[in-house]
């Protein structure tokens, strides 16, 4: 069955801190990738996705995400970040050749301080 | 203007009642879900709808019914509300996913359900 795990439950982080969030998922064929960010009190929005083609994805805001098929792994990451970045981050995988089913991973809350 | 909307924002109910949540799409878009968020933030998707099709049914109590009147609209009604339900139910819709390959998701804004 597909899962995905996203290992860092709560990070804390200053400003201008550089950030990784980690996302590995247990699925051997071809996934499409997300990330998406909750902000406190509202809906999730997608920052980034990957279909195929270049591993390295960018999205908005300065998230990128790099696809490392061996590893099964889709880090997001940031160079940077703000305070504004303060949110819930979640992982997603849907395998098209596997179940029509769409699986988020737990979620990682991230708090900046400024 | 809004691109998914959900009706009511804010449910408060007595165990035992039966209640609705309805959602809107104007994206044209060919699947809807809906996904219940518990307290520590776990997002599980509970149906998807694909042009008025039930395509995911998860392991979700008989009490909870989806109703898709047109690819549009999902609904969601809930009969004899636990206090377990209690959580935000979030519906979303992407383009295709009648062959298993979804993309972005577009969420709603989210449906509080408080069962006393």
């Known amino acids: 069955a597909q899962s995905v795990s996203q290992h860092n439950h709560h990070v804390i982080l200053s400003e201008a801190a550089s950030l990784e969030l980690g996302c590995n998922y247990s699925?051997?064929?071809?996934?499409?990738l997300f990330w998406y960010v909750q902000y406190p009190g509202q809906h999730l929005q997608l920052l980034l996705k990957?279909?195929?083609?270049?591993?390295l994805v960018k999205g908005i805001k300065g998230f990128e995400a790099e696809f490392i098929k061996s590893k099964f792994s889709f880090n997001l990451r940031k160079p940077s970040v703000q305070w504004s970045d303060t949110a819930e981050y979640f992982c997603a995988v849907n395998a098209p050749s596997g179940t029509y089913k769409y699986i988020f991973g737990t979620g990682t809350r991230l708090k900046v301080l400024a | 203007d809004t691109a998914v909307s959900q009706t009511p924002k804010y449910l408060v109910t007595q165990m035992g009642n039966d209640k609705s949540i309805k959602c809107e799409q104007n994206?044209?878009?060919?699947?809807m879900y809906w996904y219940k968020q518990d307290s520590k933030k776990f997002l599980k998707i509970m149906f998807s709808?694909?042009?008025?099709?039930?395509?995911i049914n998860e392991t979700v109590p008989n009490r909870f019914s989806p109703k898709s009147p047109d690819k549009a609209h999902l609904n969601l009604h809930i009969n004899s509300l636990e206090l377990g339900d209690s959580a935000v139910y979030f519906c979303?819709?992407?383009?295709?996913?009648?062959?298993?390959?979804?993309?972005?998701?577009?969420f709603g804004p989210g449906t509080r359900l408080t069962v006393l």
């Open positions: 699925y051997g064929g071809t996934v499409n």
């Open positions: 990957y279909f195929s083609g270049d591993p």
């Open positions: 994206l044209g878009h060919d699947t």
């Open positions: 709808y694909n042009n008025k099709e039930l395509i």
């Open positions: 979303a819709s992407s383009s295709d996913g009648s062959s298993g390959s979804f993309d972005e998701q577009f």
